[in-house]
Nanobody, 127 residues
Framework: QLVESGGGLVQPGGSLRLSCAAS????????FAWFRQAPGKGREAISY????????LYTNSVKGRFTISKDNAKNTVYLEMNSLRPEDTAVYYC??????????????????????WGQGTQVTVSS
């Protein structure tokens, strides 16, 4: 089970930290990713972290602004989001699976690689 938290309303340029608490599977053996889905658009993988936390990937639109991290002691994955823009407005989902990828685009095209999904948390960036 994955449970996201930390979403909300923030002004442009602001920051938020999303959390994804996991239970019921071998957290330290699984990779994680954050996806988002904006109104009227498809679901997009925006960040990935390997099971050990050594490898991270980001889609170009969030690179340099977002940071993914994994705390194996707390069974929690985080997404630190800075310099938020109105176009970051979306529902954000945490997902997990055993597959390790080398390109974030693989997860966008094949989200079924990750069998565990959270319920999503809304992030709205607006003044």
């Amino acid at each position: 089970q994955l449970v996201e938290s930390g979403g909300g309303l923030v002004q442009p340029g602001g920051s938020l930290r999303l959390s994804c608490a996991a239970s019921g599977f071998a957290f330290d053996l699984y990779a994680f990713a954050w996806f988002r889905q904006a109104p009227g658009k498809g679901r997009e993988a925006i960040s990935y972290i390997s099971s050990g936390g050594a490898a991270t990937l980001y889609t170009n639109s969030v690179k340099g602004r977002f940071t993914i991290s994994k705390d194996n002691a707390k069974n929690t994955v985080y997404l630190e989001m800075n310099s938020l823009r109105p176009e970051d407005t979306a529902v954000y989902y945490c997902a997990s699976g055993p597959e390790h990828v080398s390109d974030i685009a693989i997860l966008t095209s094949r989200p079924q690689l990750y069998p565990y999904w959270g319920q999503g948390t809304q992030v709205t960036v607006s003044s």
